[in-house]
């Protein structure tokens, strides 16, 4: 099979694929989405007016996770983590590229600098959360009452 066929087939495969993912919406087949109408109660999350309420609701009380502080240091923590996620990935695929190398050694030089680079990521991920977490925690503890 050359290489024009195969993409050929390739396309003829995926309009297969999508065709069939439409097909119920073209013929009608599918059920239309159906939204109803929120009250203020619930669309406020609570009593119409009532911030602390709101608050409450939304995660954003001064109890338990530090208030609006609290909440942006999770979401930093988060994407920290992500972060720290993505850099431990780099090392395993330059560790990956050095064990499929063959014994190259173009391939072992570019699968060492992959590794060396997702260390250097990792430390520098880990270091912006290190201060991220400081930072957050001395906030919280100076916007605190008591």
């Known amino acids: 099979m050359n290489t024009l066929s195969k993409k050929h087939l390739g396309y003829v495969l995926g309009a297969a694929v999508a065709l069939s993912l439409m097909l119920p919406a073209v013929l009608g087949l599918a059920h239309p989405a159906q939204a109803a109408a929120l009250t203020q109660d619930q669309l406020f999350g609570g009593t119409a007016g009532s911030d602390a309420t709101f608050a409450d609701t939304a995660g954003l009380s001064t109890g ?8 942006i240091g999770a979401i930093i923590k988060t994407a920290m983590g992500f972060l720290g996620i993505i850099a431990v990935i780099i090392i395993l695929l330059g560790g990956f590229k050095w064990m499929t190398s063959g014994g190259n050694d173009e391939k072992v030089k570019k ?5 060396f680079q997702g260390i250097i990521g990792l430390v520098i991920v880990l270091s912006a959360y290190a201060i991220a977490t400081f930072v957050i925690s001395n906030i919280v503890t100076a916007t605190s009452a008591g």
């Open 64 to 71: 338990g996770s530090g208030g609006l502080v609290g909440t």
């Open 111 to 115: 699968a060492k600098q992959l590794i």
